[in-house]
Each structure stands twice: as structure tokens, then as C-alpha cells.
């Protein structure tokens, strides 16, 4: 099941040497993520980075009784104590793979300089592929997201070099920050190096000073000047 819509934000200068994917939560958009992130602050282009905003497939998802929608992978129910429906998470591992690798190949870039992340379930996409799927990526970071309490990564993780940058709303109903931090604890005692930061008076949304803590990370994990190997 391919991707649909891609949105890009190209870098300042001529050539790109790092990349970022955001990836975005259940039911929106590519397109629609980043206008969100437009609205919190601005312009977001980098000197040398280039952001990539792709849309996940439209495909039938259970918690809303089988109606299409565009979800990077189905799942039994909102909660943390079901099994992840690991079919589709391997079905959109193998395509982010893909889309990883066409990244590196248009840029003439590494893995070593691409960050991957999300907003919720997109998040949770992020960390399937940077620990699962997509060995050396630069980084992973999740924005209010989450691993269930079984998930594959904790019994069987293949990479574990990427460092991982996480956020939580504190009063977040929908994912709530313990099901955050627990994530956050699980993926740590693999071995993973990994900063959690809480939101106050934060509900299951964006929030400006998360982005813009999110984006500074991000030029320290991607500096400017390094070239590829």
C-alpha cells in the first residue's frame, strides 16, 4: 500500500545534506501537519535541511469500525494493553524503508543524515522504522506518541544507535503522558538514548515552544558543514 501526498519544504541553500520526515497523526494529512506547524511558528526551512511531509495510505481502520482514513497502520483499539496489529505495521515499515531510501538516493545523502518523527501515531511509525526497520538514521522523535505495551520493538528491536527526542502534553486524555513515559522507560532500558520532555498545559495537540525546543534539537543532531561519508 503506497504513500499518498508528499509535501516538501526545500532547504535555503543550494544543496541539501540532511533530511527530516514528520509524519502525522491518525486521520490528517501530509499537507495538514504542516500547516498546523506553519500556524505555530512560521517558516520552517533550515540552510541545508529539507523537510518531507509525506501522508499516509487510506486504509480501513478498526477504531472507527472499518472506515477508510489515513493511518500509517490499523490497530485493535486506542489503548495500550492490545496486541499492535503487526501485519500493517510491517506492510508500512517496508514502505518507509523505501521512502528512506529514495531520500538518501534524490540527495546524494546517508541515512547517518536523516531524522525521522512524528505527532502520535506518527511517532509511533518513527520508532517502528528508525529501531525496526531503517538501521543508522541520525535520530527519531515523537511528539504525544506511544508504544502498546507489548509492542515488537521491546522484545525484538533491531537498531538501537538512533538517539530519540520525545515530548508529551502533560494533560494530554487521548494518549496520556504515563503511556508517553512508559514508552519512554521501555525504550531506554534497551539500551536507547532518549530525553523526555513534558508539556504543561498541553492536551493531545502541538504546542509552539515543543516545536521550537524540537527543531533546535534537530540542528544539533543534523549540524550544518558535516558532509556525508
Known amino acids: 500500500m503506497s504513500l499518498g501526498a508528499l509535501h516538501v519544504i526545500k532547504q535555503q541553500k543550494n544543496t541539501c545534506t540532511a533530511a527530516v520526515i514528520f509524519l502525522h497523526g491518525s486521520g490528517d494529512t501530509g499537507q495538514g501537519l504542516l500547516e498546523w506547524v506553519k500556524f505555530l511558528v512560521g517558516d520552517i526551512s533550515l540552510p ?7 501522508t499516509a495510505p487510506l486504509r480501513p481502520y478498526t477504531p472507527l469500525n472499518g472506515q477508510l482514513s489515513n493511518v500509517w497502520f490499523d490497530r485493535y483499539n486506542i489503548t495500550p494493553d492490545v496486541p499492535e496489529h503487526e501485519e500493517t505495521l510491517h506492510s508500512i515499515g517496508k514502505e518507509m524503508n523505501n521512502f528512506i531510501t529514495k531520500i538518501t538516493n534524490e540527495n546524494q545523502i546517508t541515512t547517518s543524515r536523516i ?36 509492542s515488537i520493538l521491546y522484545k525484538e528491536p533491531k537498531y538501537l544507535n538512533s538517539p530519540l527526542f520525545m515530548c508529551h502534553g502533560e494533560r494530554d486524555t487521548m494518549v496520556p503522558i504515563s503511556w508517553g513515559k512508559k514508552t519512554f522507560e521501555e525504550l531506554t532500558k534497551l539500551g536507547i538514548s532518549a530525553e523526555f520532555h513534558p508539556i504543561k498545559n498541553t492536551l493531545h495537540e502541538l504546542k509552539k515552544n515543543e516545536l521550537l525546543q524540537l527543531l533546535e534539537w534537530i540542528q544539533k543532531i543534523l549540524p550544518e558543514g558535516v558532509q556525508d561519508n
Open 115 to 150: 531524522v525521522i518523527g512524528g505527532f502520535s501515531m506518527g511517532g509511533a511509525l518513527a520508532l517502528h522504522t528508525a529501531y525496526g526497520y531503517s538501521p543508522g538514521l541520525a535520530g527519531v522523535f515523537t511528539l504525544s506518541s506511544f508504544l502498546n505495551n507489548n
Open 48 to 54: 541545508h535541511i529539507k523537510f518531507y511531509f509525506p
